[in-house]
Every structure is written in structure tokens, then in C-alpha cells.
């Protein structure tokens, strides 16, 4: 970062000019997780990755397939020496995956978020159906 670049940043003036055009994933590693609607639980898995998912106006099939294939390829579970080496394939590790429309919250203007770059409706279901569909079949 170039220090005009810092003190612009520090003095709150840095707006970033890249269109963020990708779905946007929180991906951890869990024992066990959750989900629970009204008292009643409505997904739940063992081992395996939480996945909170966002998706915006650009995203299309091939941010779904891509996204899918990447969670799907890390190695980030301990082999039999500790180390980050396996995928969840190998651990027989289950994905629980949720929509979460406030990834593309926007904070930079005032004290209430924005969610204008999240996309809504049909299409933003389609997508998350179309990444859970790339995710069970890859």
C-alpha cells in the first residue's frame, strides 16, 4: 500500500474503486453445527464445514461450479501427523450451507448497512440451489 494511499485510508477518504463481482463465502471448519428455525432444527451435520453464502447481481452457474469445486479441494483437516493436509472428502466431513444476503453489506455511508449489491428473489435462490447442487456432485 503506498503511503498516500495509507493516510487517505486513515483519514476515512479510501473508497475502493474494484467492482466486487464474485459470491462471497465464510467457510469454517467445524465438530458439529446447526441450524435452527422457530424451536425446530432445520439442518445439522457432524464434522465438516460451515459455509455462510452471499450472492450478488454478477454472479452466475460458473461462480457456483468454481466455488463448489474450491470448498470442496481445501485441505485444511489434520492428517495422522497433525498437519492440514486432508479434504473433506477424505475425513467424511458433511457441508451445512446458509444464505446470508449481509455478506454484501455495504457500511461505508452512514450507520445502517446497505444490501443494494445482494442480490434478491428467484435468481439469488436459483444460485444458492445451483452451489449447493455444484457442491453435492463434484
Not at 475502493?16 to 446447526?34: E, G, I, P, Q
Not at 477424505?90 to 457500511?107: E, M, P
Not at 445502517?112 to 463434484?138: C, H, I, Q, W
Request: proline share 1%; charged share 25%; glycine share 10%.
Amino acid at each position: 500500500i503506498s503511503k498516500q494511499s495509507y493516510i487517505e485510508f486513515a483519514r476515512g477518504k479510501h473508497i475502493d474503486k474494484r467492482k466486487d463481482t464474485h459470491m462471497r463465502a465464510v467457510l469454517t471448519r467445524v465438530n458439529s453445527a446447526s441450524v435452527t428455525i422457530d424451536g425446530q432444527v432445520v439442518g445439522k451435520i457432524g464434522k465438516g464445514f460451515l459455509i455462510l453464502l452471499g450472492v450478488g447481481p454478477e454472479d452466475n452457474e460458473e461462480h457456483c461450479k468454481y466455488l463448489a469445486q474450491k470448498a470442496l479441494g481445501l485441505r485444511v483437516f489434520e492428517d495422522e501427523n497433525g498437519k492440514m493436509n486432508l479434504g473433506i472428502e477424505q475425513v467424511q466431513g458433511n457441508i451445512l450451507s446458509i444464505s446470508q444476503f449481509t455478506l454484501y453489506a455495504d457500511c461505508r455511508k452512514g450507520r445502517r448497512p446497505s444490501y443494494v449489491n445482494a442480490l434478491s428473489g428467484d435468481k439469488a435462490t436459483s444460485l444458492y440451489d445451483e452451489f449447493n447442487e455444484n457442491r453435492m456432485s463434484s
